[in-house]
């Protein structure tokens, strides 16, 4: 299943005129550029076409101390084995990383039976909570908080009485096919040259941070810290480093997830439907003022394979 292939959509248009989100938090005048956080999901330690699962995520966590940040994981029950993941978990927690819970099924929130829905992500929380690292942050698989106004408030209302807050997305991306187009290509030729994947990747994550933070001045009136969503996958291994250098570069500053997740635009909640999305969009739906302007979902396989395709990666 692809990541937004259970959603529909409509193709975005430029955004509009600076408006800000009624009743949202305003810190005034914008004195600083964006930031960006490293928020990395699933946690499928699955080998790769280059590399085992372990030594990934030894890779992912090399690239982000070396730029000094610490990163948040949201870890999906289900991949959570009894040899591999148990040493992973423990080094993110070394590292002062938090680690969230991302539902152990990792199934799409429709809405439906919220009471069954609650009880898997606690079923991850059993799996999680002893590592030093766990905090009650919670990510929705596929960032879809429910189709209906009832399921989706019924979920909400079980995740404040188990004292979670949302870890929430501002920069979504599709890193997952970039990285899905790569290894595919790897199995059929182990000599690939990786740069113009690499130059592919960086651009797709510029061009989705550029969005979504001009999107953020329209609405909050100002950048954020953001977060960005990555997955714990090749490209991820392969090219995190360079995306952290990328931004620090182009003048975006490098912030801890921790930081990025206490801004007060984050205790948010939004009365759109379907609910979900990145908690930019989010803000922008709930306006009013962009409804002919906000693609739906946010971001999917059918924007990004036109231009893989283009370039023949």
């Not at 330690?45 to 085992?52: I, T």
């Not at 550029?210 to 009136?221: C, E, H, I, K, R």
């Not at 979900?276 to 924007?303: C, F, H, I, M, N």
Request: aromatic residues 10%.
């Amino acid at each position: 299943m692809n990541r937004r292939t259970v959603l529909s959509g409509v193709a975005a248009l430029p955004l509009a005129a600076c408006a800000t989100v009624d009743g949202a938090a305003k810190r005034g005048p914008l004195k600083r550029g964006p930031g960006v956080a490293i928020t990395v999901d699933d946690f499928n330690l699955a080998d790769d076409p280059m590399m085992s699962g372990q030594a990934r995520d030894g890779v992912i966590r090399q690239a982000l101390a070396a730029h000094g940040v610490r990163a948040a994981g949201f870890v999906a029950g289900q991949y959570i084995d009894a040899e591999v993941a148990p040493r992973v978990l423990h080094d993110w927690s070394a590292d002062g990383h938090i680690l969230g819970n991302h539902t152990f099924s990792h199934r799409y929130y429709s809405g439906a039976d919220p009471a069954a829905y609650r009880a898997d992500i606690r079923r991850c929380e059993a799996l999680l909570a002893s590592y030093r690292g766990f905090r009650k942050l919670f990510r929705y698989p596929y960032l879809a908080e429910g189709k209906t106004a009832e399921g989706r408030d019924a979920l909400r209302g079980l995740l404040r009485a188990d004292g979670y807050r949302i870890g929430h997305v501002t920069i979504d991306a599709s890193d997952w096919y970039y990285s899905s187009r790569l290894s595919g290509r790897l199995k059929t030729d182990p000599r690939t040259d990786l740069a113009p994947y690499r130059q592919a990747y960086l651009d797709h994550l510029w061009d989705r941070a550029t969005y979504y933070d001009a999107l953020a001045q329209s609405v909050f009136g100002q950048s954020l810290d953001h977060t960005l969503l990555l997955h714990h996958n090749l490209t991820t291994g392969l090219f995190l480093g360079d995306a952290l250098a990328m931004f620090k570069s182009r003048g975006w500053r490098l912030v801890d997830a921790q930081t990025a997740f206490a801004q007060p635009e984050f205790v948010r909640d939004f009365q759109t439907l379907p609910s979900g999305q990145s908690l930019v969009w989010a803000a922008a739906k709930a306006s009013g003022r962009y409804e002919t302007q906000l693609r739906y979902p946010g971001e999917d396989e059918r924007y990004e394979a036109p231009r893989l395709d283009a370039l023949g990666l």
